[in-house]
């Protein structure tokens, strides 16, 4: 079957830091666009950060540029997503979906291939 996994979500102080990551199983992230969203209580689904399959290209949200730095191990086809600061704000579900398009993934994210499940990350005092 053709999945992906996130993992690394938990609860951390104002100011904290954790990495996620994105495993596919199935299909090989070689050849996708990978990006992370989230959704927060009472708030739509955002796009964060997109990648690229082969040229390096990424993109941030606003919300989260200088913190947030997404990156590959494509022998472990896994994509992670590194956050440093982390704000209350940044509370919610955390996504990655894989696309066949890098433009796809920065315009069009209900467009996405592959979902995972999500995980928790709750930033709280």
């Known amino acids: 079957q053709l999945q992906l996994v996130e993992s690394g979500g938990g609860l951390v102080q104002p100011g904290g830091s954790l990495r996620l990551s994105c495993t596919a199983s199935?299909?090989?992230?070689?050849?996708?666009?990978v990006g992370w969203f989230r959704q927060a209580p009472g708030k739509e689904r955002e796009g964060i950060s997109c990648s690229s399959s082969s040229l390096g290209n990424s993109d941030y949200a606003d919300s989260v540029k200088g913190r947030f730095t997404i990156s590959r191990d494509n022998a472990k086809n896994t994509v992670y997503l590194q956050m440093n600061s982390l704000k209350p704000e940044d509370t919610a579900v955390y996504y990655c979906?894989?696309?066949?398009?890098?433009?796809?993934?920065?315009?069009?994210?209900?467009?996405?291939?592959?979902w995972g499940q999500g995980t928790q990350v709750t930033v709280s005092s």
């Open positions: 979906g894989a696309f066949r398009l890098f433009r796809a993934c920065v315009s069009s994210p209900a467009g996405g291939d592959y």
């Open positions: 199935g299909f090989t992230l070689d050849y996708y666009a």
